[in-house]
């Protein structure tokens, strides 16, 4: 029969095992293993604090500049993109998403929201066959600003032409 302390011991060992696993950690013992879920943590409040104050930003520059705010990070592998607008944005969506395919970018993980507010945030890796080139951030960034940049001016001339019917 199994006592307490024997079922206590593999309970926190599998806990252990799972917290090691979520944090990505390599470390065997638990202390090590606590430290690196400790390190995985602080990094996780940092871009919280970063995205806050991106959307402050973006809700501040929104009133100045009617243009969605792009921003783009390097990930192990891959790119984080986050495009913020305060309102709507018809057809941004796509425009964005053919700048991935044209730059051979694979969407691997994405949230959007279009309703009142446009928001994008998307995990996008290089294409596994496209290992001629590689892309860096400031490239994507400058790719999906551009692809905004058309979006809007595209979406001008829609309103006028519209106005021009009625």
């Known amino acids: 029969m199994v006592s307490r302390e024997q079922k206590r011991a593999a309970l926190l060992h599998e806990k252990l095992q799972l917290l090691r696993s979520i944090t990505n950690s390599h470390a065997l013992n638990k202390t090590s293993i606590i430290i690196d879920a400790s390190k995985y943590i602080r990094d996780l409040k940092q871009k919280v604090e ?13 009133h100045q500049n009617p243009l969605p705010m792009v921003k783009v990070e390097t990930l192990e592998k891959g790119f984080l993109v986050n495009v913020v607008s305060a309102k709507s944005c018809p057809g941004l969506l796509v425009s964005i998403l053919e700048v991935f395919e044209e ?34 951030a400031q490239a994507v960034k400058l790719a999906v600003g551009q692809a905004i940049k058309n979006w809007s001016q595209q979406s001008t001339d829609d309103d006028d032409d519209d106005d021009d019917q009625q």
């Open 50 to 62: 970063r995205l806050n104050q991106d959307m402050a930003a973006a809700q501040t520059s929104t």
């Open 103 to 136: 730059m051979g970018l694979t969407v691997m993980e994405a949230r959007v929201s279009c309703t009142d507010t446009f928001r994008f945030q998307a995990v996008g890796g290089e294409n596994e066959g496209d290992g001629e080139s590689i892309i860096d």
